[in-house]
C-alpha cells in the first residue's frame, strides 16, 4: 500500500521570540522542518513526502535544503490561511489510493515504533491517531473562577501523525470550514466516521517555546 505524509509547517514563531520562523530553527544542528521530514524518510524511504509552507517560505526552505544536504524526495506545496486548508493543499497532491499521515512540522522527533504502529493501524481501520496520558491534575476554571476537578484519566493529549485512508480523507475534507476543525480527527469524527487511538510518545513533543527546543535537543543528544 502507498505510503504519503503531508507535513504542515505554518507556524511564525512568536512564542519562540525569534524572527525566524520556528520550524525553521535550528536542532541539533538542522532546522527542525528537516529533521521532521527526516524521520518520514529514515522510518520508510518509499514514502511519498509533502511539505505544506506559507507561499512566501517556499524560497527560503529551498535555500536551506540545499545549505543543509537535504537528500529526502519531497514535494513542496503552499498553504492556506488556516492549517485545515493546509492540509487540504496538501492532500491534492495525492493522485493515488494509499495510506496518509497528517504531521505538525515541529514535530521532528517521532519513533519509527511510533510510526510502525500508527501505519499498520491506519490500514487496518482507516484512521489511527495517537494520545498520550495526562499526567497532570486537570481544572476546569470558568469566567467567574469558579471551578472543579476533572478526572484525568478520561482525559486524552493528541499528538500527530494523525493517519488515514487517503481517498477517504481527500473526501472528507472536501467541505466548508468550521472553527472546531482543530485537526484532521476532528474533521473525520464528524463527518460520521469512527476513529482508532494507538498510544503516542511523550518525547514526541511540539516544539512552540525555547524550552521545547532545548528539551529536544537534549533528547536528540541522548
Known sequence: MNRFVVIVA?????????????????????????????????FDS???CIVVLPEYQIDYWKTLCTQ?????????????????????????????????AVHDGVRPIVSKSMLQEGFALAEKC?????????????????????????????????QTPQIFDAKQLQTIMNV????????????????GKKLCFYKG?????????PEDLVFADNLLKK
Open 201 to 209: 510518545n511523550y518525547n514526541n513533543i511540539k516544539i512552540t517555546t
Open 68 to 100: 543543509y544536504d537535504c537528500n529526502v524526495p519531497h514535494t513542496v506545496v503552499a498553504g492556506g490561511k488556516e492549517r485545515f486548508y493546509s492540509v487540504q493543499n496538501g492532500l491534492r497532491a495525492i493522485t493515488s489510493d494509499g495510506v496518509v
Open 10 to 42: 505554518g507556524g511564525k514563531g512568536l512564542r519562540m521570540g525569534n524572527e525566524i520562523p520556528k520550524q525553521f530553527l535550528l536542532l541539533a544542528g538542522k532546522p527542525i522542518l528537516m529533521r521532521s521530514l527526516e524521520a518520514f524518510f529514515n
Open 46 to 48: 518509499a514514502i511519498h
Open 126 to 158: 482507516g484512521a489511527a491517531v495517537p494520545y498520550v496520558d495526562s499526567v497532570d491534575s486537570l481544572r476546569i476554571i470558568d469566567e467567574n473562577q469558579q471551578t472543579k476537578p476533572v478526572d484525568r484519566s478520561i482525559v486524552k493529549r493528541i
Open 176 to 191: 466548508e470550514f468550521k472553527p472546531q476543525f482543530t485537526d484532521e480527527a476532528t474533521v473525520w469524527e464528524l463527518s
